[in-house]
């Protein structure tokens, strides 16, 4: 399945995982960034679940409606797909269809010089990062504006997101104040919290002129609704009613996985999307869209147009991964990931960070292009536990972590570490003996206790596996080994 | 994307407008080509996942597409209802929780007992406020006496000078305090959106508990089909972007009103 996307893969840099993961953990601003979001992140959303309760509603009951939206409609996603399309077009919207982000990318390029368009404001599209269509409508000589504050600071720093619902989380106060100023065309002034709402009201000014002067608004889609042909959009900013109420032509843009059934489905999910994301029990927007202009109305685009972008996806169905294809992208699984939080999102190296981007990344730019990503993980299942619609993401990781195996993917000591450390498992006496003198020996390494004798508790510089000592010290292990304090035990 | 290729977001382009080539209308029709192969390819993953699934549960086929279209058309037919919230639902608890849920996001509620007197509440509201007394109002809205209360209101869609937003609202939703805005050419959408202030008013009839009954009621009106945007609005447009927070106004009003009316 992976071998088909040449394009994705060209623009990953999945590869380098560990080298960047060391550069992020040594990055202090970063850091800095990161560690002010993650309480917020986690309290927001533990808040907003348990106030469920309140209406009688219990959150893993929701979860389970919500999973099972999803999955009824993958299960039969090709008439899921042929309603939606049938109303959709029946509303007077154009529906196309796109194989990969390229051919995506170059159908908006295409509408866009059809239409005589110059400037396309964009509301956020994660699907249009795999696109990149933000470089080809440049290479067309059509300006871009990232409409969303987070992604309009991410566009000025010439980034990509770091997250998906928070793409500036890694950048701080000060360093959004230089890029202001160097673009707004003013000088640096010194900052502090209490000035984040001009900070903010400026960036309102700027983007309010691009809104008005586009000619066409690209947007996403948080769901499709089969019964309606409608877009379902979720925001807090408004960018998303200016990207597509104001510009005489709208384009949604969204993977081929996004339908959901009925507008009853569609608010089961709504109880839920927002909670896991940011907290909150509605967004401030949602906003349902069908169709064009009607006969009298005075705003609303003159033309919708739906790009339906398969990129991969359809490959998931009906495979060991077609589970992922349930997300809908609130981030909650990053929010809670220990991993995701001492890296930010770049360390991933392609569109989608955290969790499910360690399981998204390899399948739709190739295992063997993103070899690093699902052993990036601790286990913990935090992200599992949190997620709306019950993907087992650990468990996808670690069957992509089998894949890699299977498929010889593997370099070939670890293969061979572990074929010893089996071997030694089923000798008990030999087991016992390693284990032993493994603990008496990684006590010998540590640093000096504060009398100067050994016995510290902590192991600095591990000459065995160096990389376990970089960054971080090992802990010594406390006195006897499991089969000594049992055996000690039984003699009691 | 390197930092030598950043694209300025805040100059003007002076740059010609592209001209359409040949290759875009090749593009454009070649669409249909993807059209089949993702569908193909889209068939024969359900039909990998239903073989799966049945042999996991010894059951038959799911059946063919036909069958298939027919059980998804009964589902939109019956539209089965998720958990619903639990609270109450008599007249006066509505309006209560209405308050309650709709001022914990930002927006603020006011009570008159008749529609006529919106304009003076109206009125009284953008003066304590310190804000100019003109409005763009939703064409609804065009009968009410509004010149006797002072204000100066002009029925049609918004333009970014209105500094004032005036609409009814087809319905409010209790269970989370959320203003629901149907498009029409009576009801453009963009009085709600540009102006950096937005009143509301919404009789207390209008009132339903949960999204499920608000779009029961679309429905009920609309004769199947949905107005071009339904809006639903919870307070004023905010955002968190900037080290997580949260700002009020972000791109659409910086204040959201709604007054609630008792005789309509």
Not at chain 1, 32 to 45: E, N, S
Not at chain 1, 178 to 198: M, T, V, Y
Request: glycine share 10%; aromatic share 6%; charged share 20%.
């Amino acid at each position: 399945m992976s071998a088909r996307q040449p394009g994705a893969a060209k623009h990953s840099q999945a590869m380098f995982f560990q080298q960047r993961a060391g550069d992020k953990v040594r990055n202090p601003v970063l850091q800095q960034a990161l560690q002010k979001a993650r309480p917020l992140f986690v309290g927001k959303r533990a808040k907003g679940v348990a106030a469920l309760a309140e209406d009688g509603l219990d959150g893993e009951r929701l979860r389970d409606a919500c999973a099972e939206i999803r999955h009824r409609a993958l299960a039969d996603l090709d008439v899921w797909l042929t309603l939606f399309e049938e109303r959709a077009l029946a509303t007077g919207a154009e529906v196309l269809w796109a194989r990969d982000g390229e051919e995506a990318a170059a159908l908006v390029v295409a509408l866009a010089r059809q239409h005589g368009v110059r400037k396309v404001v964009k509301s956020k599209s994660m699907l249009s990062e795999e696109m990149h269509l933000n470089a080809a409508l440049e290479a067309a000589g059509i300006q871009p504006v990232e409409t969303d504050l987070g992604e309009y600071i991410v566009q000025l720093a010439g980034e990509t997101p770091s997250h998906i619902i928070a793409p500036a989380v890694h950048k701080t106060l000060g360093e959004v104040e230089a890029l202001f100023a160097e673009n707004h065309g003013r000088p640096q002034k010194s900052r502090n919290s209490a000035d984040i709402p001009e900070m903010t009201r400026e960036a309102r000014g700027v983007l309010r002129e691009h809104f008005l002067s586009a000619e066409m608004g690209v947007s996403g889609a948080n769901f499709l609704i089969a019964e309606s042909g409608t877009a379902a959009l979720v925001t807090n900013e408004g960018n998303g009613r200016m990207v597509t109420t104001l510009p005489p032509l709208h384009v949604v843009v969204t993977g081929i996985e996004k339908v959901i059934p009925t507008l009853e489905d569609f608010a089961t999910l709504m109880r839920m999307l927002p909670r896991s994301a940011t907290g909150q029990s509605i967004s401030n927007y949602v906003s349902l869209l069908t169709g064009t202009r009607r006969s009298g109305e005075h705003d609303g685009p003159q033309k919708t147009v739906f790009i339906l972008v398969d990129n991969g996806r359809a490959d998931l169905l009906g495979s060991d991964y077609q589970d992922m294809l349930r997300c809908i992208r609130c981030g909650a699984c990053m929010n809670h990931c220990p991993v995701y939080f001492s890296l930010g999102g770049h360390a991933y190296g392609w569109v989608y960070p955290g969790p499910m981007g360690s399981v998204l990344t390899p399948l739709y730019t190739g295992i063997e292009n993103a070899l690093d990503l699902p052993q990036a993980t601790t286990g913990c299942n935090q992200c599992g536990s949190v997620c709306p619609v019950r993907i087992p993401l650990p468990k996808l990781m670690h069957r992509l972590r089998e894949t890699q195996v299977e498929r010889g993917l593997r370099p070939l000591g670890e293969g061979l570490a572990f074929k010893a450390w089996g071997w030694l498992a089923r000798q008990p006496r030999l087991y016992r003996l390693f284990s032993r003198i493994a603990a008496r020996y990684l006590g010998w390494l540590s640093d000096p206790a504060p009398d100067g004798s050994r016995g510290g508790r902590r192991i600095r510089i591990f000459g065995l596996a160096p990389g376990w000592t970089v960054g971080r010290d090992l802990p010594v292990p406390p006195g006897p080994t499991f089969h000594e304090r049992y055996a000690a035990r039984k003699r009691v | 994307m390197k930092a030598s290729e950043k694209v300025s977001v805040t100059t003007a382009v002076n740059s010609p407008v592209p001209a359409p080539t040949a290759e875009d209308a090749q593009r454009l029709a070649a669409a249909r080509g993807a059209r089949d192969e993702i569908r193909q390819r889209i068939g024969a993953g359900v039909a990998a996942a239903a073989a799966v699934a049945g042999a996991t549960a010894g059951t038959k086929s799911r059946g063919d597409f036909a069958s298939r279209r027919a059980a998804a058309e009964a589902y939109l037919a019956a539209r089965p209802l998720g958990p619903q919230p639990q609270f109450a639902a008599a007249p006066e608890a509505l309006v209560a929780r209405f308050v309650a849920k709709a001022e914990s996001l930002a927006s603020s509620v006011a009570r008159i007992a008749q529609r006529a007197s919106a304009p003076a509440a109206v009125a009284a509201w953008l003066q304590a406020q310190g804000l100019p007394l003109q409005a763009v109002i939703s064409g609804e809205l065009a009968d009410l006496d509004w010149a006797s209360a002072g204000l100066s209101v002009a029925a049609r869609a918004a333009a970014d000078a209105d500094p004032v937003g005036i609409t009814g609202a087809f319905c409010a939703v209790a269970e989370t305090g959320t203003l629901l805005l149907a498009s029409s050419p009576q009801t453009p959408a963009s009085i709600s959106l540009l102006p950096e202030t937005h009143i509301a008013l919404v009789p207390e009839s209008r009132l339903l508990a949960t999204m499920e009954q608000a779009f029961a009621q679309v429905r009920a009106v609309g004769g199947g089909g949905l107005p071009r945007a339904l809006n639903f609005i919870s307070g004023p447009s905010r955002t968190g972007d900037i080290e997580q927070t949260i700002v009020l106004g972000a791109h659409g009003p910086c204040r959201v009103h709604i007054i609630l009316l008792g005789d309509s």
